[in-house]
Nanobody
Framework: QVQLVESGGGLVQPGGSLRLSCAAS????????MGWYRQAPGKERELVTSITRAGTTNYRDSVKGRFTISRDNAKNTVDLQMNSLKPEDTAVYYCYVVTRYENTYWGPGTQVTVSS
C-alpha cells in the first residue's frame, strides 16, 4: 500500500503561479511513474502530466510550456510547478503513482482555483 500526501493548492489570480507537491510513503524503487491528474466540476478526470523513473515527461497540450513536473527520487516526491495559470486550470489536482507491480495509487486531491 502506498500513501500519497499532497500540498500546495489554493486560490490564485489568472497569470499567477502555484507549486504542488506530493510525497509518497514508499521507496522510489517501487515506483515507475508519478504524476498528476485533475478533475474540474462536471468533467471527467484528465491526465495533466507524468514522469517516469528515468525522467521522461509527458504533458497534456493545454499545459505545455506553462506547467513543469519534477521528481526527487531521493525524497520520493513529485512536484508540479504551474505558471501562467488560467481559469480553466481550476480543478482538484490528484497525485498518482504507478508501482513496478502496476498498481496505481491516488492522493486525496488538492483544490486549485484560478480566479480574479
Amino acid at each position: 500500500q502506498v500513501q500519497l500526501v499532497e500540498s500546495g493548492g489554493g486560490l490564485v489570480q489568472p497569470g499567477g503561479s502555484l507549486r504542488l507537491s506530493c510525497a509518497a510513503s514508499t521507496s522510489i524503487f517501487y515506483i515507475n511513474v508519478m504524476g498528476w491528474y485533475r478533475q474540474a466540476p462536471g468533467k471527467e478526470r484528465e491526465l495533466v502530466t507524468s514522469i517516469t523513473r528515468a525522467g521522461t515527461t509527458n504533458y497534456r497540450d493545454s499545459v505545455k510550456g506553462r506547467f513543469t513536473i519534477s521528481r526527487d527520487n531521493a525524497k520520493n516526491t513529485v512536484d508540479l510547478q504551474m505558471n501562467s495559470l488560467k481559469p480553466e486550470d481550476t480543478a482538484v489536482y490528484y497525485c498518482y503513482v504507478v508501482t513496478r507491480y502496476e498498481n496505481t495509487y491516488w492522493g486525496p486531491g488538492t483544490q486549485v482555483t484560478v480566479s480574479s
